[in-house]
């Protein structure tokens, strides 16, 4: 149930904004429409109560006769639809065109009905005219004029009733509107809504799992939007999180072995030596390969004390001006045995006599000793080894290069991973696949670039970059 929470809530706020939207707009339409029905019946009332004041001017003045006088207020009466009286200054109604309700001749109103008329005010009034009429009306008067003076009033009272059926029609047609409105926004705001919430529902059970260690949960994607972009970032996420996982997994195993391996060497040859298994005669040999394994051990954990301040910043440069074709000599004198055992050959290029370069020169060494050595370890016996440098303005390139067993395509943009290792078989031990991670993490620091290149035809070719010492002008 609370995975619906989402949905719920969108669908319950997008429906109460177009609800209120809707009933406030028709409850703004309705007034506006209904003071416009009334202000044109007024408007129409009052022309025509001008009209009945022309039409009594003609009677007084003799233009026209008693029949003609009601004939002609018969017809405003029909034409608006509304009783016509015609009242004294001391308010007693002499004419009326229609009986309304009753026969209202001679019938006396208060002042308090016409003063305001009588002092050439046109009044409107809406209701049941101070209680005189049952059913409610729209009462226009104004004051009769005769000779140029003020002689009475004329009230016209047209029955509202129909009026507000009418408007009662309209206010249900618009009822009727908007609950079909309202269906329709319902079907298409659930639909929307849903299309929003489960990717997100689904990215919650997803990292639920993800929490327990199931990577393999994909979202479904639907969309080319923002909640798409979210869902593929998810699943890029998803991926990556369980590649860098297995990676882990890996990385531990190895690690587990490699420490494994050489301390129960360790452990065994140190007890044959020391219960007498192993002759005193032979100790030295195996001692010297419980030493090996001891270097071997070591330079793991060097390795790993590596990553560790790399990765809490606590791995600072020591900036210096050094001669790095000298390194390059020293490093390869240093693997001479390495090289030699599998009858390799060295060719160094150097750009220039000396090129010199800033950087850290103890970790810029660790570098070349990782480069070189995957050199060695993967070239053909018999083959060659390559080292070039080039400058280009104030970078200077450095490139280790081989022939021998390359790296497949796929695993091109991988070698650089922390934990990651390419197919064993390139290699007589199964490594940690640390070292050309912590290589590249060097190089970084340097704020310089590292890639490679690798084919069949062309070998395996390392390239990094280093500044070069400024030249003073």
Known sequence: MSRNRLFRRLLFTNITIIV?????????????????????KEKIMVEEGKQINTILNDYLIGDIDIDRLNQNLNVVDRLINASIWVVSTDGHIYIQSRDFEKNWTGVTLSKDDIKNILRGETIVRRGYFGGRFTQPVLTVGLPLI?????????????????????????????????????????????????RISNPLKEMSIATEKMAKGD?????????????????????????????????RREFVANVSHELRSPLSTIQGYIDGVVDGTI????????????????????????????????????????????????????????????????????????????DIVEADKDKIEQVLTNLIDNAIKFSNPGGYIHIVTEKSKDKLFIKVHNKGKTIPPDEIDHIWDRFYKVDKSRSGSPGVGLGLYIVRSIINLHNEDIWVTSSDEEGTTFTFTLKLKKVKQ
């Open 215 to 247: 990577f393999s949960t994909k979202i479904n994607v639907v969309d080319d939007d923002e909640i798409g972009d979210l869902s593929k970032s998810f699943n890029a996420m998803s991926s990556e999180l369980g590649r860098m996982d297995n990676a």
């Open 279 to 354: 002759p005193m005669e032979k100790s030295k040999f195996y001692l010297e390969i419980a030493q090996k394994e001891t270097r071997r051990m070591s330079r793991l954990i060097s390795e790993l004390l590596d990553i560790t301040k790399m990765e809490s910043g606590a791995f600072p440069l020591n900036l210096v001006e050094f001669d790095i074709n000298e390194l390059i000599r020293l490093t390869i004198i240093k693997m001479e045995s390495r090289i030699n055992k599998k009858d390799l050959m060295v060719k160094v290029d150097f750009d220039s006599d000396k």
């Open 20 to 40: 209120l939207t809707m009933v406030i707009l028709s409850a703004l339409f309705y007034i506006m429409f209904e003071n416009y029905y009334f202000r044109d």
């Open 146 to 194: 005769l000779g140029g003076k003020i002689q009475g009033a004329i009230f016209m009272h047209a029955p509202i009733v129909e009026m507000q059926k009418t408007l009662m029609d309209i206010f249900f047609i618009m009822l009727l509107a908007i609950s079909i409105s309202i269906f329709i926004a319902f079907i298409l705001i659930s639909y929307t809504s849903k």
